[in-house]
């Protein structure tokens, strides 16, 4: 049985954020003359200062930090709305709410709370999770970057790739793997500090950025520890369930917001005779694209309810609701840009962005071969 309360508070906080965007990021997005390919760090201030005042503030983090502590099915459908606007899905309300707080940073200690987690949120930051390397191919068993013990301290060596949200985060988390006395190596997280790094930015299609670091003998405190060791993998995991989740709903909101810019072009324009809307072919383009995003939203959130609730399967139910929710969106997008011909690759319209990002959307966070593997690996 629902909570009837919780119901009716979601939907005021998604009137909110739906208001937030129409009023306060699509004026910022739409410059005088043209439409911005990024916000300013002026421009994000501004919005972070009137996104505290409608009660959005750090929308990842918990309350005892001083964030909205928002469960992972309401962040979702919030993000779903905070993604439809031309930066939304990377940029969700222009990075308004803050950045991002992984779940595993429950484990952090008071004094690794009060240095690094609330400074953050207090700047509109978040984190930032280096886990990937780029030759294991999503694969978390396959990770090389090692850490051995010198006193009270690690010291770190190997590299990570294809780390996002840097630029919205002021300390961020690496997975490496640990050895100890006995030679055997296990996986454990520690905080680093942003300025400890050397980061290396490749931007993607022009549109979207991601970052790398090489460690040379990096060296931090036990202190800086998040959990045991042995446990970073597990804690990992969690965290990239949850990233599935959102990336699938900001995935969803884009391409909802893509289909209207359709629906209206389709009604608008005139060929033969007729709106684009009264033929076949079109009202069939636009009807499964309705009905695909409206399956893909309900994957979303049944993935996001069994990871709360730690039901069986709950890893590949993320795994599965990133997987049709990015391909959704990818095909939605393109068939909005196939029905608006040439124009759709105007820079003035949002779909030429979307439509780009989408296909960087679908390589993150555990490709589409690697998911079809897992599925079959529990079906067969």
Same mark, same amino acid.
């Given at each position: 049985?629902?909570?009837?309360?919780?119901?009716?508070?979601?939907?005021?906080?998604?009137?909110?954020?739906?208001?937030? *965007?129409?009023?306060?990021?699509?004026?910022?997005?739409?410059?005088? !003359?043209?439409?911005?390919?990024?916000?300013? !760090?002026?421009?994000?201030?501004?919005?972070?200062?009137? %996104?505290?005042? #409608?009660?959005?503030?750090?929308?990842?983090?918990?309350?005892?930090?001083?964030?909205?502590?928002?469960?992972?099915?309401?962040?979702?459908? =919030?993000?779903?709305?905070?993604? $439809?606007?031309? =930066?939304?899905?990377?940029?969700?309300?222009?990075? %308004?709410?803050?950045?991002?707080?992984?779940?595993?940073?429950?484990?952090?200690?008071?004094?690794?709370?009060?240095?690094?987690?609330?400074?953050?949120?207090?700047?509109?930051?978040?984190?930032?999770?280096?886990?990937?390397?780029?030759?294991?191919?999503?694969?978390?068993?396959?990770?090389?970057?090692?850490?051995?013990?010198?006193?009270?301290?690690?010291?770190?060596?190997?590299?990570?790739?294809?780390?996002?949200?840097?630029?919205?985060?002021?300390?961020?988390?690496?997975?490496?793997?640990?050895?100890?006395?006995?030679?055997?190596?296990? @996986?454990?997280?520690?905080?680093?500090?942003?300025?400890?790094?050397?980061?290396?930015?490749?931007? =993607?299609?022009?549109?979207?950025?991601?970052?790398?670091?090489?460690?040379?003998?990096?060296?931090?405190?036990?202190?800086?520890?998040?959990?045991?060791?042995? !446990?970073?993998?597990?804690?990992?995991?969690?965290?990239?369930?949850? #990233?599935?989740?959102?990336?699938?709903?900001?995935? *969803?909101?884009?391409?909802?917001?893509?289909?209207?810019?359709?629906?209206?072009?389709?009604?608008?324009?005139?060929?033969?005779?007729? @709106?684009?809307?009264?033929?076949?072919?079109?009202?069939?383009?636009?009807?499964?694209?309705?009905?695909?995003?409206?399956? %893909?939203?309900?994957?979303?959130?049944?993935?996001?309810?069994?990871?709360?609730?730690?039901?069986?399967?709950?890893?590949?139910?993320?795994?599965?609701?990133?997987?049709?929710?990015?391909?959704?969106?990818?095909?939605?997008?393109?068939?909005?840009?196939?029905?608006?011909?040439?124009?759709?690759?105007?820079?003035?319209?949002?779909?030429?962005?979307?439509?780009?990002? *989408?296909?960087?959307?679908?390589?993150?966070?555990? $490709?589409?071969?690697?998911?079809?593997?897992?599925?079959?690996?529990?079906?067969?």
């Amino acid at each position: 049985m629902p909570n009837t309360i919780v119901d009716i508070e979601l939907e005021i906080l998604k009137k909110t954020v739906q208001s937030f *965007i129409k009023e306060h990021v699509l004026p910022a997005e739409h410059a005088p !003359e043209k439409y911005v390919k990024e916000l300013s !760090e002026e421009v994000v201030a501004r919005l972070q200062t009137e %996104a505290k005042k #409608a009660g959005l503030q750090a929308l990842h983090a918990k309350q005892e930090w001083g964030g909205t502590g928002l469960s992972l099915s309401a962040r979702a459908v =919030l993000l779903e709305e905070a993604a $439809k606007h031309r =930066l939304g899905l990377y940029h969700p309300a222009g990075d %308004a709410f803050g950045g991002d707080f992984p779940s595993f940073l429950d484990k952090c200690s008071q004094e690794q709370i009060d240095k690094y987690i609330k400074p953050a949120i207090s700047l509109g930051k978040g984190c930032f999770v280096a886990v990937w390397e780029e030759q294991e191919d999503n694969h978390l068993d396959s990770l090389t970057t090692t850490a051995i013990k010198d006193g009270t301290e690690w010291i770190i060596n190997g590299h990570k790739a294809f780390i996002q949200n840097m630029a919205q985060s002021s300390f961020g988390v690496i997975l490496v793997n640990c050895q100890l006395e006995n030679g055997d190596y296990q @996986p454990a997280l520690f905080l680093l500090e942003t300025n400890q790094l050397s980061v290396k930015e490749t931007v =993607l299609i022009d549109v979207q950025s991601t970052h790398s670091i090489v460690l040379e003998n990096i060296r931090v405190n036990d202190c800086q520890r998040v959990g045991a060791i042995g !446990e970073g993998k597990v804690l990992v995991q969690h965290w990239l369930a949850e #990233a599935q989740v959102l990336l699938g709903a900001k995935s *969803i909101g884009v391409a909802t917001k893509a289909l209207e810019f359709g629906k209206q072009y389709a009604i608008l324009r005139i060929t033969r005779g007729k @709106p684009l809307s009264e033929f076949p072919t079109i009202r069939t383009m636009l009807a499964k694209s309705y009905l695909n995003l409206q399956a %893909a939203r309900l994957m979303v959130s049944d993935a996001a309810k069994k990871i709360e609730s730690k039901e069986q399967n709950w890893q590949l139910a993320a795994q599965m609701a990133k997987l049709q929710a990015t391909e959704t969106a990818s095909k939605v997008i393109d068939d909005i840009v196939q029905i608006h011909g040439g124009s759709g690759f105007a820079g003035d319209l949002p779909i030429e962005r979307w439509y780009k990002e *989408i296909r960087i959307a679908r390589v993150n966070l555990q $490709k589409a071969e690697s998911i079809m593997e897992n599925i079959a690996y529990i079906i067969l």
